[in-house]
């Protein structure tokens, strides 16, 4: 019978103990979070040996947490805005793997060639200059002028006179005109890793005044003035903001005339290939 009553006690007073855990439990409107402290009640005293607790920080700091994180998020956020917003000229200067530090637009370029024509029967070495005037990057208009300073018989005509045959040559004496010049390419090399020349490569058409000298053995000769139709092919090495290297491709096609060993002329179509070396400077120069 006291065993009886023990048990019985004993289930009474667990009951009771986990009644009021759980009615702490299902009544803890804030989730098991700690309320707000009383101001007024003091902090707990530290034990002997302990370090003091730190202060929490002051309700006052928290406006000014937000308004520091409220001008980094926009600091960040005109950052986001000035690289979508570009205006045309920084546009201009990124249009490739990397920031171009070399421009075209606006300036004027002067230039020196030196180069040679391949002929029919004699080459020539060919002297002259060039001016342009670049609208944009892409764009250009420029004059040029070449004149065939020394010329020199080539094999094939040597293996003509050996055969006692009728040579009519034409060669080029001096051309000038203008061609509009595109340049849709930009870009660079890397030369064993450690040269890194910025190139474009640029091609261009234009209408020449083209004149020729004809001769040929024992007939009078001839100056013919001619209307050519030109087109070329350019690439460009950049040395520095102002000046570059280019090698030159252009192709003359006109209408000329050769004389005839017993009189006149007869009329062909001529092409001249020239192959020329400029060097260039740019205007104004850029910093």
């Avoid at 409107?29 to 707000?36: F, V």
């Avoid at 998020?73 to 249009?95: C, F, G, H, P, T």
């Avoid at 075209?104 to 029919?120: N, S, V, Y």
């Avoid at 000038?176 to 890397?190: D, E």
């Amino acid at each position: 019978m006291k065993h009886s009553k023990l048990v019985a006690l004993t289930l009474a007073f667990f009951a009771f103990v986990s009644f009021q855990v759980f009615a702490d439990d299902l009544f803890d409107l804030d989730g098991g979070a700690a309320g707000p402290e009383d101001p007024t009640a003091e902090a707990a005293p530290a034990e002997e040996g302990e370090a003091p607790a730190a202060e929490a920080p002051q309700n006052a700091d928290a406006p000014k947490t937000a308004q520091l994180d409220a001008g980094a998020a926009s600091a960040d956020s005109e950052s986001e805005k000035e690289l979508r917003d570009l205006n045309v000229e920084k546009k201009k200067q990124i249009k490739v793997v990397q920031k171009k530090d070399f421009t075209k637009d606006g300036r004027f370029e002067l230039g020196i060639d030196i180069g040679f024509a391949c002929g029919d029967w004699e080459d020539l070495l060919a002297v002259g200059i060039r001016a342009a005037y670049h609208f944009n990057e892409y764009i250009a208009l420029q004059a040029r002028f070449l004149y065939g300073a020394v010329s020199w018989e080539n094999e094939t005509l040597k293996q003509a006179k050996e055969a006692d045959a009728y040579v009519a040559k034409s060669n080029l004496m001096l051309t000038g005109g203008a061609s509009a010049v595109f340049t849709p390419f930009y870009g660079k090399l890397s030369v064993f890793g450690d040269l890194i020349p910025k190139y474009d490569l640029n091609a261009s058409v234009g209408v020449y005044y083209y004149r020729t000298v004809a001769e040929g053995e024992g007939v009078k000769k001839m100056n013919n003035n001619n209307v050519a139709f030109q087109v070329g092919f350019a690439p460009r090495i950049f040395l520095g903001k102002n000046a570059s290297l280019s090698l030159n491709f252009d192709w003359f096609i006109m209408k000329d005339k050769r004389p005839k060993q017993e009189g006149g002329s007869s009329a062909y179509l001529k092409s001249d290939f020239l192959f020329t070396i400029n060097a260039s400077m740019f205007l104004p120069f850029a910093k």
